[in-house]
């Protein structure tokens, strides 16, 4: 795998008059189960552990996307466009009271986020596919997904849950991610802490490295795996294999 350091990144894109998008570089690579264990090992000697994270420095990831009766956010991540963006909500661990509706976006090859907690009825009503409530909000992502619900016809489509451990690194703002144990539920089962699930790759482990304007050293040598590299790797593209 081979991991370099840049120093060229695009500036910050507006989406809005009011919020302002800071594009981070991606990498990601799809191990093996033994080699995200030796990895795991070496980066606790390195870097700092989330500190979100609990007592085995890991913590469960819950997401629920969304999608149109064509699956384009599914169709433009397997074709590779270049703009694209998709939906989600999202909560960790096993406590399911504090949701955050995401919205990821890709842009020449760097990505971005925009999230906004949702409120407990707001959730509910939304998950009954109820959305008007949405209308009545002043957040403009809620809005946003408000006019792509009505307009687009954006429905739930997916849940994806995983294990992650992640490390950080101040400088360049590094954020290194291992997720194992990927599984997909029926979407009515989102809210639910343990529900029936399906395990989709129990073999591999999913590397991600996040970095602002460059790739400091360090970590480009402490993520070198032989022989592998850089590849797309979308967990919810692996899910939505078993719809």
């Known amino acids: 795998m081979t991991a370099t350091a840049t120093t060229t990144m695009?500036?910050?894109?507006?989406?809005?008059?009011?919020?302002?998008?800071?594009?981070?570089?991606?990498?990601?690579?799809?191990?093996?189960?033994?080699?995200?264990?030796?990895?795991?090992?070496?980066?606790?000697?390195?870097?700092?552990?989330?500190?979100?994270?609990?007592?085995?420095?890991?913590?469960?990831?819950?997401?629920?996307?969304?999608?149109?009766?064509?699956d384009r956010a599914l169709r433009e991540k397997i074709d590779g466009v270049d703009r694209r963006e998709?939906?989600?909500?999202?909560?960790?661990?096993?406590?399911?009271?504090?949701?955050?509706?995401?919205?990821?976006?890709?842009?020449?090859?760097?990505?971005a986020k925009r999230s906004?907690?949702?409120s407990e009825a707001m959730l509910q009503e939304l998950l009954k596919g109820n959305p008007a409530c949405l209308r009545e909000s002043d957040d403009p992502l809620l809005l946003e997904l408000y006019s792509k619900l009505q307009g687009e016809l954006l429905r739930p489509v997916c849940v994806v849950s995983y294990e992650r451990e992640a490390f950080l690194y101040p400088h360049g703002n590094v954020r290194i991610t291992l997720d194992r144990k990927i599984q997909t539920v029926a979407v009515r089962h989102f809210l639910h802490p343990s529900p029936p699930s399906l395990s989709v790759l129990a073999d591999i482990c999913v590397l991600e490295v996040k970095y602002d304007a460059y790739l400091p050293t360090i970590v480009s040598m402490a993520v070198q795996v032989p022989g592998r590299q850089a590849m797309a790797c979308s967990k919810y593209a692996l899910c939505r294999r078993f719809d």
């Open 86 to 111: 998709k939906f989600r909500l999202r909560y960790y661990g096993m406590d399911a009271s504090f949701v955050r509706l995401e919205k990821k976006m890709k842009r020449g090859g760097l990505c």
């Open 116 to 118: 906004t907690r949702l």
């Open 10 to 70: 695009a500036a910050p894109i507006t989406i809005s008059a009011h919020v302002p998008l800071k594009f981070r570089h991606e990498q990601k690579h799809q191990l093996s189960l033994q080699e995200g264990l030796v990895l795991s090992a070496r980066l606790k000697r390195l870097f700092a552990l989330d500190p979100h994270a609990g007592h085995d420095g890991s913590y469960s990831v819950h997401s629920l996307y969304f999608d149109t009766p064509y």
